[in-house]
């Protein structure tokens, strides 16, 4: 190991720089998309899907409290809690799941959060269903401006 | 061997490592997944309306109320005191000093509550903290805020409080947004001017 000898010191730098990058790269770069793409993606709802219009049969996996499931649910639909979402089964659910899954709830804040999450995470064909979501950004009021106001 | 190969041959190695290191690009999430899934959960990062109409009428300089509307929306009407970052923008380094800010809770706000929220979790993801957003979004803000009335004979000091809170963040929201344009649009930048002052020059 002549070599080896030789070049000892190049070898231990380069095998320290190798250390440093598998270290950075382990717990790092847990998402794979960018902030970017989840404006593209629910620039136009694109990310939204009708239960009634379930072509392709996808997985329907309620994010609802134990207790709104069991109330009722859209058919077929299984019961993942939020707080669940990132478990081991669960992930291994969404990979198994390649073609889709549809993501439902009525509270429209966490089901935009758990739709960003793992679509950030790079889960591919993520969607979200709800009763009223498609009209959820629509203004139901109007703004009448009062004429009588004047400037301080 | 002498030290000069050494050197470029170390020099080599650190930029074959470099040339095939995966960087990341500039806006993807720097917090972990399961601190994210945590934080969305937070009932710290909701505020109510009401909540949002005492923050108003306080003028709480704490709070950052931010429009995540198209700036013809927010030019059209908007919770007084609050600034517009569409949602396309959020991302943009050049609102890393206001949304950075320690200290002030930056609140999101649209019409419903999606792209408020596709705001808080960019933010959240992006590693600036003191995130969140009024519940509801603009059609509670109308409903609860500024159709508020009070019938029945009597009221109790707690609900007078309330309908006070609610009848002073109305009257405020139509008289600065009845203003004609241009006085509104000076308003607004005097407020700009102003928090770009507190913030230090941070530009």
Redesign the interface.
């Known amino acids: 190991m002549k070599w080896l000898r030789q070049y000892r010191a190049a070898f231990i730098a380069g095998s320290l720089v190798l250390l440093l990058v598998v270290i950075r790269l382990s717990g790092w770069n847990h998402f794979k998309k960018t902030a970017g793409d989840l404006q593209n993606e629910t620039a136009n709802q694109a990310n939204i899907i009708s239960l009634n219009n379930n072509q392709k049969k996808l997985p329907v996996i309620d994010v609802r409290s134990k207790e709104a499931y069991s109330a009722g649910h859209p058919d077929g639909a299984i019961n993942i809690l939020m707080n669940n979402l990132l478990s081991r089964e669960n992930r291994k659910f969404l990979n198994n799941n390649k073609s889709g899954i549809i993501l439902f709830s009525d509270d429209y804040a966490l089901l935009s959060r758990a739709w960003s999450l793992l679509s950030q995470m790079g889960y591919k064909n993520i969607f979200i269903a709800g009763a009223a979501i498609e009209s959820d950004e629509v203004l139901k009021y109007k703004f009448r401006p009062d004429s009588t106001v004047k400037p301080e | ?1 002498i030290t000069r190969e ?1 050197f470029s ?2 020099l080599l ?2 930029g074959l ?1 470099m040339a095939f ?2 960087f ?6 720097t917090v ?3 601190f ?2 945590r934080e ?2 937070n009932e710290g990062s ?1 505020f109510s309306v009401d909540e949002v109409a005492g923050f108003v009428i306080r003028e709480d300089s704490a709070v950052q109320l931010i429009d995540v509307r198209s700036p013809g929306e927010f030019k ?2 908007n919770i007084p005191g609050s600034v517009n970052i569409p ?2 923008q ?2 943009d380094k050049e609102w890393g000093g206001y949304l950075g800010r320690e200290n002030v809770k930056n609140i999101f706000y ?9 705001a ?3 933010a959240t ?2 590693g600036y903290k003191n995130s969140s ?1 009024m ?1 509801g ?3 509670d803000w ?2 609860i805020i ?2 508020s009335k009070f019938s029945g004979e009597t009221i109790s000091p707690k609900e007078n409080r309330l309908f006070e809170t609610r009848t002073r963040a109305k009257n405020l929201f ?2 600065i ?4 344009d241009s ?1 509104k649009t000076k308003f607004m930048e005097a407020k700009k001017i102003a928090s770009k002052k507190l913030d230090g020059g941070c530009e």
């Open positions: 061997m050494k041959l170390l190695v650190i490592i290191l995966p990341p690009r500039r806006d993807t999430f972990k997944p399961v994210l899934l969305s959960q909701f059209n009407f949602l396309s959020i991302a649209s019409n419903g509550d999606t792209q408020s929220n596709y808080w979790i960019i993801g992006l957003v519940m979004g603009l059609n109308f409903r500024m159709n139509i008289s947004n009845s203003l004609p006085l």
